[in-house]
């Protein structure tokens, strides 16, 4: 939860205290700007993979792991891992836009998002497979 609310409130402080915007209202801050306005679409995924993954450990805590709400929740996971390799992908539209000395780092930065959403995809994927297989299993 602490995870959440910080990720939140460092999307919607970071760009008040950027260079840039110190002057600007939060209209032109967050409508003028097409970027900041796809990476806010962008963060959904994560919100919503992080809401699931706080639903398959209060299942854990009650020690119903091997039931249909759990894999949905991973099957939503892995979605949310899909759309936000796809969201990086879709975000190289606006490298030309942006500061040439900067397009290094953002390389990077696309490169170890997208690895980190893969690991969590196919994690989810392999979780949904096992927890789906055994999900009969233990209703007998």
Known sequence: MLIGIGALVFLLGEPHIEGRNQQATP?????????????YAASSAFFVALYQAFQVLGHAGQ???????????FRTIKYCAIASVGFVAG??????????DDRPQGIVMRLVVTVAWIVVGVAAAKCERAFRNATPWQAR
């Open 63 to 73: 020690n119903r792991l091997f039931s249909p709400e759990v894999v949905n929740a």
């Open 27 to 39: 209209f032109e801050i967050y409508f003028n700007d097409p970027f900041l306005a796809y990476a």
């Open 91 to 100: 975000s190289v539209v606006f490298m030309p836009f942006g500061d040439p």
